[in-house]
């Protein structure tokens, strides 16, 4: 006889479908089947039946749970503990969007947003582009203005330098540790003159996004 599935059971976001890790039963962090304990996301002040009821859990094993461990419970608010409220907001934002969670519990928990720091990124292009385009109308062809320049010039007081100079890897920091810049940039290394420098960086303004998601899953 076919099971019949409930709607809960099928959508993101339910009390047996976890956000970040659907059915799957096995740690979060380490991808072990043992010494599992269920961790609500979003926990404390009855925050526990809300996080239950919408999927807002994942398998952790003990030793990145509990506090008594030195797990994630001993460090609220940071870390992992951070790290799995993030994440879970995207995950659950990209279904039912930014209202519906904040519905839920009246929280934003990622300070800097995609679409922010993709409009920031295209600033600081369109910049780099205008810069050597003026050099190569003045006959500046050898006087390249790169991205490096560019954060040499800028005063920490007006753009606080991003990680690896690149505000897309700023955004996915907030999930995780980012360990190098894998976004769409000029290939400085080959770029010998002020028109090829325009052309990249005018390029680069028109294809921001992500190539790859540059993330990996803090332990702690």
């Given amino acids: 006889m076919q099971k019949v599935i409930k709607d809960d059971e099928k959508r993101i976001g339910s009390h047996s479908v976890s956000v970040l890790q659907g059915k799957r039963k096995v740690c979060y962090v380490s991808g072990q089947k043992t010494d599992l304990q269920k961790h609500h996301i979003f926990h404390g002040e009855g925050r526990r039946e ?30 992992l503990d951070l790290q799995l409220k993030r994440l879970c907001q995207r995950e659950y934002e990209k279904v039912y969007g930014t209202e519906a969670f904040f519905e839920i519990f009246h929280e934003d928990f990622i300070p800097f947003k995609e679409e922010e ?58 999930f995780g540790e980012v360990e190098k810049c894998i976004h769409t940039k000029p290939d400085w290394k080959k770029i010998k003159t002020t028109e090829e420098a325009e052309k990249a960086a005018f390029y680069t303004w028109g294809n921001i996004g992500i190539e790859k998601r540059g993330f990996e899953v803090w332990e702690k």
């Fill in 50 to 79: 809300v996080s239950d009821r919408n999927g807002f859990w994942v398998y952790l094993q003990a030793k990145y749970h509990s506090a008594a461990l030195g797990g994630l419970h001993a460090h609220p608010n940071s870390g």
């Fill in 117 to 174: 720091a993709k409009d920031m990124q295209r600033t600081m292009w369109s910049v780099i582009s205008i810069t050597n385009s003026i050099r190569r109308i003045n006959g500046e062809r050898d006087e390249v203005y790169t991205q490096e320049d560019f954060w040499r010039e800028i005063h920490p007081d007006d753009i606080k330098r991003p990680l690896h100079d690149c505000f897309l890897c700023e955004y996915e920091s907030q």
